[in-house]
């Protein structure tokens, strides 16, 4: 079992749980099972999954504050399940830091698709000549550390916001569109263009927690870019 990727599946529907975990299992994943928010966190504490499935609907603490609490502590990849196919409710899990959104019902072969490719996405980018720190003016973009610094003080990102924040970093003062940003930051995601701004918006607060206050950019129907430096 060493070395397989070990899953969350807080759901509160025990034949859709079991399904889940027979799925992930036969597929080379290690599972732990919650059926209620508090008891998620509890063992979310206790084994640091490399991915949690999270129903939205649950006794006690909801998806929405279960994962709320996480991303306040982990950046650990989070898939929201839930029967609400709103783009709304899509947007404000997204919003909170989660990493993909399915509607139920769904079939455990594109939940498996789905964890496998949030589980690559999220896996550090290696420094190669591709993936060299990057640095414009004050900002300093760390692929191996996922990790943003200003004048030295650092923000840890996500794997989506990481992937924006370098995209920009690469080509400063460039505007890109939301496609284009949707398509570098979840290229196997069939997330809508509105949710860069959610993960936009959380990057941009980090960034101003670090002194990063004006790196980026809205160029108003069109897209972000982020700001060159002063000369």
Do not use: W
């Not at 420094?127 to 004050?138: E, I, N, P």
């Not at 936009?200 to 004006?214: C, P, Q, V, W």
Request: aromatic share 4%; proline share 6%.
């Amino acid at each position: 079992m060493a070395g397989m990727p070990l899953i969350l599946v807080v759901e509160d529907e025990p034949e859709i749980a079991e399904i889940l975990e027979g799925y992930l299992r036969r597929n080379q994943y290690q599972t732990e099972r919650a059926a209620d928010g508090r008891t998620a966190l509890e063992v979310f504490r206790a084994v640091r999954p490399d991915l949690i499935l999270l129903d939205v609907m649950l006794p006690g603490l909801d998806g929405v504050e279960v994962l709320r609490a996480v991303r306040a502590v982990s950046q650990v990849p989070v898939i929201m399940l839930s029967a609400r196919a709103e783009e709304v409710d899509k947007l404000i899990g997204l919003e909170l830091g989660a990493d993909d959104y399915v509607t139920k019902p769904f079939s455990p072969r594109e939940v498996l698709a789905r964890v496998k490719t949030v589980l690559r996405r999220a896996a550090p980018a290696p420094l190669t000549d591709d993936a060299a720190v990057l640095r414009v003016g004050a900002l300093e973009v760390d692929p191996a550390r996922l990790s943003a610094c200003v004048e030295g003080r650092r923000a840890e990102l996500s794997a989506t916001e990481f992937r924006l924040l370098y995209h920009l970093a690469r080509s400063p003062g460039r505007v890109f569109s939301r496609e284009e940003l949707l398509e570098a930051a979840l290229p196997d995601s069939d997330a809508l263009e509105r949710v860069v701004d959610s993960h936009l918006r959380n990057l941009r607060r980090k960034l101003e927690d670090i002194g990063g206050d004006t790196l980026i950019e809205t160029v108003r129907g069109v897209g972000y870019r982020l700001a060159e430096p002063h000369a």
